[in-house]
């Protein structure tokens, strides 16, 4: 069973495609304000919620598989956030995160799940399961959003670090 056709089907897409728009600028490796890494986090993190919320009949089993959808995008999402490279241009404030097709597809990901949720409410039959839909879209979730904490994590680590001393390490003279 699946709702009719409704605002919230229409704002899931919406949502999906502004979360891709904000996320092409890290996808090319453009350099971005820290701030502008946690934003479609919070429109993807949004997504897979109210496309949880559309699922009627929910049992425990279905809410385990979005929990476990999102755990586990979480997972690699923090792996493929540690091994990037990125450089901080601290004159501007800007990062650039090295250019990967990863983030990209995740958000494609979430802009088809929402597809296929509004064309199953149009139908008002199913194309896809809703409940396995919205875990699709918490791993999408999950893996965006730790993706981005980890670069933030690492960033503000390399924003802490002291500049490199003049002198390279052990080529000190010895005392005297």
Known sequence: MIAPLSLSNV????MALVCLWTIAPQARGDGVKLWRVAVPPGFATA???????GVFDATFAHDAEWLVGGMFGAVLGRMRGWALSFDVDRARGLIKVQPSIDIHLAAIGLVVLAAIDFTSASFEDPIVATDLVAAGAAFFAGYIGCRAVAIAVRVSRAARATPPSSTPAGTSLPPS
């Not at 704002?11 to 919406?14: E, I, M, P, Q």
């Not at 997504?47 to 919320?53: F, G, H, I, T, Y």
Request: no cysteine.
């Open 11 to 14: 704002l899931t897409v919406l």
């Open 47 to 53: 997504q897979a919620l109210v496309l949880l919320a």
